[in-house]
């Protein structure tokens, strides 16, 4: 059956790293766009970034731009985040969702989005 399974989340300082991958299976990765979206407790979904099928085209939010990083590797059917410069602010359950073709001009919205994974949980913390 179609699975995004999100690992690579932990406890980091202020100012640290962590990558995370978003593992996909049962579908032809290569078809669908890949976002990745945060939950903080109290708050809504938002989102982080796109990445297109190709990895050729990216969409971040403004609070991740400069600092974030996303790749993929079609061959692997991994989507890679790279987040660095981590502030306190960043700590959510991230979670990656597929959408058919293209992120779209509206990526941050959670409802252009489908199957999600069960998260992985990011803690930025001294």
């Known amino acids: 059956q179609v699975q995004l399974v999100e690992s690579g989340g932990g406890l980091v300082q202020p100012g640290g790293s962590l990558r995370l991958s978003c593992a996909a299976s049962?579908?032809?990765?290569?078809?669908?766009?890949i976002g990745w979206f945060r939950q903080a407790p109290g708050k809504e979904r938002e989102g982080v970034l796109c990445i297109s099928t190709g990895g050729g085209t990216t969409y971040y939010a403004d609070s991740v731009k400069g600092r974030f990083t996303v790749s993929r590797a079609n061959a692997k059917k991994t989507v890679t985040l790279q987040m660095d410069s981590l502030k306190p602010e960043d700590t959510a359950v991230y979670y990656c969702?597929?959408?058919?073709?293209?992120?779209?001009?509206?990526?941050?919205?959670?409802?252009?989005?489908?199957?999600w994974g069960q998260g992985t949980q990011v803690t930025v913390s001294s």
């Open positions: 049962g579908f032809t990765f290569d078809d669908y766009a």
């Open positions: 969702a597929r959408r058919w073709r293209s992120c779209s001009t509206t990526w941050y919205t959670t409802a252009n989005f489908g199957s």
